[in-house]
């Protein structure tokens, strides 16, 4: 650790020398470890704690001040950083969220195009508009497959000219953009180059303007010296909020802070005036905390809401803070008072300790006398209303007051100088003194009547309510139902239908909880959450046996002509229109949830919902694995985890000691498998299943697996070219027609004459026959039935689910059938002459498809009508079973055809 941290977390960061992935991770460890407490240069840590009363605050300035005095001469610093005209961009960026670039505000997948001014708009109406934004298309996808962190960025839709087009599209609006560096990615696929130099090229080839150091502490001054070599200086801004030994290059910072009542001072503000913390809180419901903090400090706001695919949105009351306290932040911090070596916080207020009012100070760069004061409120109940500061009446006679908040003028008392102005519980103030006047049209009185006018309503008038963001299941669209399963494209399994199948499933998902929303939320629950379990009826249906291989996607591209219109990734294995040698039976990879629905919709398949597919790997056991409740690697491929992908096995190779109980295979360990999708107004995700062969080393941060079938995780969409990956395949499902309810089915002989109709549920029944032409109707419930001995014709039983308002029948040879008639259903019975004819009977009954009719031929106590009718054979294909009641032939039908109504 020592050797490690003398090399690359050296003090002068002068290097960035090629170290192990283990010692790499050391030095991440000790380097925040140390950033976050104390170290011999700097015994605060990122915040200095406030004086402990005003009576101290003197000689706890006087204090400050010589530490940052002395620190600097240690280190010979002299802001090397901010004279670079590329970087006054950083001491500027105040409102800055992080987000997704699969944000649906963002990018538009039914046009595929980008939407960088919708999702500018939104900001602006929500929260007053950004500076920067931290663009980032890696974590949490990252890991399903070997591509890198710059794979994952260079993989979204249109690459890199795409990416230009966005990135100058936000550059007209006056943001500026970062990548997020993911430090810890030392276990994907090798780029042959160093992190920084690659880094460097990647954010001037895209015309960006700096990076976020995702987990770093500070970032090594290699990375700065990298993208002055490239020709385009970079905003460093590490997570961990950086160092005083890496201020010189780490223009930016995040702030995870402390929030006690009276203020910190952030330190690396106080060490040098220009430097820009984002305050984050990712997490937080109410912002006030952290963005009070950052308003006192001068800084920045990190106004995060994707997290990670997680809406934690902003409340309208947080939103309208912003707006106010990012204007004020803009307007003085462009006239460079909030970058003033000079400042001083904890300046003296009249409500420090009644009230709880705290100010800092920050001069004008043009003059010292002019100033600029931030106040907040830290009294979340009691709003500060009379006198707030104190002016020497020196000061009073040569400079004119504003409140700078409300946007009128303030005039000191007569008596002492005082300042008053009111700041509601939980608020802002701002005061300006100025020499000048705000004359009508000018920049002052602009920003003074926008704030004016922005602060007629208090905040404590807007909506602070938190509320989650719901989502929906996309339907997955039925296919026809069938009897037996398609035989278009490969092996299915038939899954029987079950009354009471227990799903129940936990998402895996590295951050988030279930009060703020992770995970999905299925239509039977209130809000997206992590845990999910429910009793639910399962309809019969068809499984692939195996996932969907190389030679069956070939097949399909030859017979249905499909061409990508765009190309990136797809089907990142096959060179020439082919896959590898001996690659026929593993699994495709390298499509896309869209061309995976193709596919199967192009054999009259879909994808399996995520309950079916894990009913078919688990049954009704409730087991953890498709084997059994123990893990056995022997049952699965062996883990692969080096920096490329060797490929996956054969779909078979496991099987059957790896299938489920219905016979199944190949549903873990192999690739993941897509199942469904789920979207809010901003994210669209799929649900994945059965984990990889692959996942990387080095990180806890890679796409995490889940082998057991009561697992799923979470994988986030966007477009073909993102979505491709070389660790998700997919297998087929098609809908089934009911399995038969009846007593009679799967059996070949009743010994009695009883037909007990009643096992057939809430179906309805009609009864015709008997020789006095009897027609008995049911619907619902009902008794058993006994047809009438010694009958001397034919007797039928038609059962549906549906109102039969006309039944036919008609004899080939002619006989009158005899009819009868019923109010419920108009029903009609048919008789033919003793002795029976070898004539054919037409029987024909309206119904619907899916439905069950039941027809009985019989000449019940009748040996010679008996002798006549059987054995028979009946020639319709959609007869699924045929059985014999003495005396009586049973035909069971199911409605196949979906374009025919009888």
């Given amino acids: 650790l020592s050797l490690c941290l003398s090399s690359w977390c050296s003090l002068t960061m002068t290097c960035f020398l090629p170290v192990s992935v283990a010692c790499f991770v050391l030095c991440v460890v000790a380097a925040t470890n140390a950033a976050s407490s104390t170290s011999g240069l700097n015994p605060y840590g990122r915040q200095i704690p406030a004086p402990e009363s005003l009576a101290q605050r003197d000689e706890w300035l006087a204090g400050i001040k010589k530490w940052r005095e002395t620190t600097k001469a240690q280190l010979g610093y002299n802001g090397t950083v901010y004279k670079y005209p590329q970087l006054q961009w950083t001491q500027t960026s105040f409102i800055q969220p992080q987000m997704h670039p699969y944000d649906k505000f963002f990018y538009n997948r039914d046009q595929h195009t980008y939407t960088p001014e ?98 770093m502490p500070f970032i090594p001054n290699d990375f700065f010296k990298q993208s002055l070599d490239v020709g385009r200086p970079a905003g460093l801004e590490p997570e961990g909020g950086g160092s005083v030994e890496s201020a010189d290059w780490d223009s930016m910072g995040w702030g995870y802070w402390q929030y006690p009542f009276v203020p910190m001072v952030d330190t690396f503000k106080w060490f040098d005036g220009r430097r820009m913390t984002n305050v984050c809180n990712r997490w937080a419901k109410d912002h006030t905390d952290d963005m009070q903090n950052a308003f006192f400090n001068g800084d920045g706001f990190e106004s995060w809401e994707n997290v990670w695919g997680t809406w934690n949105g902003m409340v309208e009351r947080d939103g309208e803070a912003t707006r106010r306290m990012g204007h004020i932040l803009r307007y003085f911090g462009q006239r460079g008072f909030l970058h003033s070596q000079d400042w001083e916080p904890h300046v003296p207020t009249l409500q420090w300790s009644s009230t709880g009012v705290f100010a800092s100070r920050f001069p004008s760069p043009d003059d010292p006398d002019q100033a600029v004061w931030l106040l907040v409120n830290r009294n979340r109940t009691s709003n500060a209303t009379g006198g707030q500061l104190h002016v020497p009446s020196v000061a009073a006679d040569a400079l004119r007051f504003f409140d700078c908040y409300h946007g009128v003028p303030l005039t ?172 026929d039976d593993k699994p495709v990879t390298w499509v896309s949830l869209n061309e995976a629905r193709m596919f199967c919709g192009f054999y009259g398949k879909r994808l399996p919902n995520e309950f079916e597919w894990q009913y078919a790997a688990q049954g009704t056991d409730g087991r953890t694995y498709p084997w059994g409740s123990d893990w056995e690697a022997n049952r699965v491929p062996s883990h692969k985890h080096g920096r490329t992908m060797p490929g996956p096995d054969s779909v078979q190779a496991h099987s059957p000691k790896g299938d489920s109980p219905f016979g199944v295979s190949d549903l873990v360990g192999n690739v993941w498998q897509y199942t469904n999708e789920f979207e809010d107004s901003h994210t669209r995700a799929v649900i994945v299943k059965g984990s990889s062969y692959y996942r990387p080393d080095g990180s806890k941060w890679y796409f995490p697996a889940a082998p057991e079938v009561n697992k799923h995780n979470k994988y986030f969409l966007m477009d073909d070219a993102y979505e491709r990956s070389g660790g998700i395949g997919f297998r087929c499902a098609a809908d089934a027609l009911p399995e038969c309810s009846s007593a009679l089915c799967g059996q070949a002989i009743h010994t009695s004459r009883l ?41 039928i039983h038609a059962l549906g689910r549906g109102n039969f308002s006309s039944v036919a029948f008609a004899w080939s040879d002619g006989a009158a059938p005899k009819a009868t008639s019923s109010s419920a259903t108009g029903a009609v019975a048919a008789v033919s002459p003793s002795p029976v004819s070898e004539a054919a009977l037409t029987l024909s009954i309206p119904a619907a498809p899916g439905d069950l009719v039941y027809v009985y031929l019989g000449a019940v106590g009748n040996a010679s009508l008996l002798a006549q009718y059987g054995p028979h054979t009946f020639s319709d294909t959609t007869s699924l079973t045929t059985v014999w009641e003495q005396g009586t032939v049973a035909y069971l039908f199911q409605i196949n055809n979906n374009n025919s109504s009888s």
């Avoid at 990416?163 to 609006?173: D, E, G, Q, V, Y």
């Avoid at 560096?181 to 303007?209: I, M």
């Avoid at 499933?505 to 009060?515: F, L, Y």
């Avoid at 009897?774 to 014709?793: D, I, L, N």
């Fill in 118 to 215: 919708r999702w500018l708009a939104d900001l602006k109406t929500r929260y007053g508009g950004i500076d920067a934004a931290l663009i980032w298309p890696t974590y949490t996808n990252i890991g399903v497959d070997d591509r890198n962190q710059y794979d994952q960025i260079l993989s979204l839709p249109g690459g890199v000219d795409a990416i230009l087009n966005f990135s100058r599209t936000l550059h007209a609006s006056g943001v500026k953009l970062l990548w997020p560096y993911n430090p810890w990615d030392q276990g994907t696929r090798d780029t042959g180059d160093t992190d920084a130099h690659y880094l460097a090229k990647l954010v001037a080839d895209t015309e960006f303007d700096g990076f976020n150091g995702d987990t």
């Fill in 755 to 795: 037909a007990n109709l009643t096992t057939l549920g809430s179906r309805a029944w009609e009864h015709f026959g008997g020789s006095a032409g009897r027609v008995q109707t049911k619907a619902g419930s009902g008794a058993a039935v006994e047809p009438t001995a010694g009958t001397t014709g034919a007797v």
């Fill in 412 to 583: 000191p008392s007569s008596s002492g100088g005082a300042l008053s102005f009111d700041i509601e519980a939980g608020g802002y103030g701002c005061v300006l003194a100025t020499k000048n006047e705000s004359a009508p049209g000018s920049a002052l009185a602009t920003f003074l009547a926008d704030m004016a006018a922005m602060t007629q309503r208090s905040l404590a008038s807007y909506d602070a309510t938190w509320r989650y963001l719901p989502q929906t299941m996309t339907p997955i669209a039925p296919t026809s139902r069938t009897a037996v399963a398609p035989t278009t494209s490969g092996v299915m399994v038939t899954i029987p239908g079950t009354s009471a199948y227990t799903f129940q499933v936990t998402g895996v998902e590295i951050e988030g909880d279930d009060g703020h929303g992770v995970d999905v939320q299925y239509d039977w629950e209130s809000h997206p959450q992590r845990e999910h379990v429910r009793v639910m009826a399962v309809d019969r249906f068809f499984m692939d046996k195996y996932p969907v291989t190389n030679g069956q996607f070939k097949e399909y591209l030859q017979a249905s002509g499909y061409k990508p219109t765009d190309t990136h990734n797809f089907l990142r294995d096959w060179t020439n229109g082919s896959f590898p040698p001996g690659w």
